[in-house]
């Protein structure tokens, strides 16, 4: 529970997420212990709202509602669902973005369900892709093993002599057919024991003695196992062997905007890289430029001062009164990252505001195009090096 209520804090902590757990009884201590390791969150919420809870056949109508309000795309609460035996049958959670197992699961049938739950995308969500927090090294196993995606496809060639007669043939390869759900359409409860009997531990220290990132190819086939740094350079050389251009298109809103977006589509999550590399406060073009090309990594601070020591002449062009709009977009910046040049919304949030209305600020500047002009040219400076 430490473990996932950390991931979720390094990621999204509103993040759809279903826990499957070994009974009813483990579901309910799984769901109490995030609770209270998420105590912040939870403390906030409206009455009727619960940001963990247990969905399993004790709750009955309860749970369902639960599952009702989970698997609704506009319900924000509940967050997580702590479940022994969840099926797919039934259940779709489009939105799900995180799948945990902390119970071996033995069924491939069942496997295969279990992580249907994240495969669904939900572009206007941004939900793009899912993780599986595998505790068991299930996972692991279910992914390496043919009968997750069968064995190679052998196509059924034959030759013919000039009668057109066959004169070589290979048998055609069989495929098993896929298990058939129980009572399509519902969702599925089964809180039989499992075997072995459970085994209790009282006291002592506990951890993560491992952690691996693994992912699959392009064509979902091939599983492999990487650190997510290396991996993640990997993915941003794929699309610029040049650090030139990747920062060129960084210094322009609109690129990095679409470049984001494209990154985000790969997989890559800004929040994750810097938990990585155990730097919150780096910028995401250092993130990159340092995993892909070895680059020193700045944080956004650092950034923002070093643009400030090295080109005063560019804030001496401007009067006083613009010249204190800059460094208040840069503050802004070096606090909340480069989202914060977004014009004219930034002009519209403190402290922006404390310069006056948008006309007002643009005034400072000579104009609304000089303005937007000395936001661009901040901004290439502020990633010229």
Known sequence: AAHLTAFLKKTDRHAKTIVFCVD??????????????????????????????????????????????????EERYPVVLTSSQLLTTGVDAPTCQNVALVRPVGSMTEFKQIIGRGTRVREDK????????????????????????????????QKINEQGEVIEEKKESEEKPP?????????????????????????????????????????????????????????????????????????????????????????????????????????????????AYNAPLRTRRERAERLRKEKKDFFDRYGPDARAVLNALLDKYAEHGSEQFAMPQVLLVPPLTAHGNVVEIARKFGGSDKLQEAVQTLQELLYAA
């Open 24 to 73: 009813q009884e483990h579901a309910d201590q799984m769901r109490r212990a995030l609770h209270n390791l998420n105590k912040d969150l939870v403390s906030g919420l409206a009455k009727g709202e619960e940001y963990v809870a247990r969905v399993t056949a004790d709750e009955g109508d309860v749970g369902r509602g639960f599952l009702d309000k989970f698997i609704d795309p």
């Open 126 to 157: 941004g939900k793009l892709f899912f993780n599986i927090l595998d505790y068991t090294g299930s996972a692991t196993q279910k992914f390496a093993d043919p009968d997750f995606d069968g064995e190679p496809v052998v196509e059924d060639r």
């Open 179 to 291: 298990a058939e759900d129980d009572e399509a359409g519902k969702p599925k409860f089964d809180d039989d024991p499992h075997e072995p009997r459970k085994l209790y531990t009282h006291g002592g220290p506990g951890g993560i003695d491992t952690e691996l990132v693994l992912d699959l190819d392009a064509a979902g086939n091939k599983l492999r196992t990487s650190e997510i740094r290396q991996w993640a350079g990997e993915e941003v050389r794929a699309l610029y062997t040049d650090p030139g251009d990747l920062r060129r298109r960084w210094s322009d809103f609109e690129q990095r905007s679409a470049l984001v977006e494209e990154l985000e589509q790969r997989g890559i999550d800004f929040r994750v890289l810097a938990a990585a590399v155990g730097q919150p406060d780096a910028d995401p073009f250092d993130l990159l430029c340092h995993l």
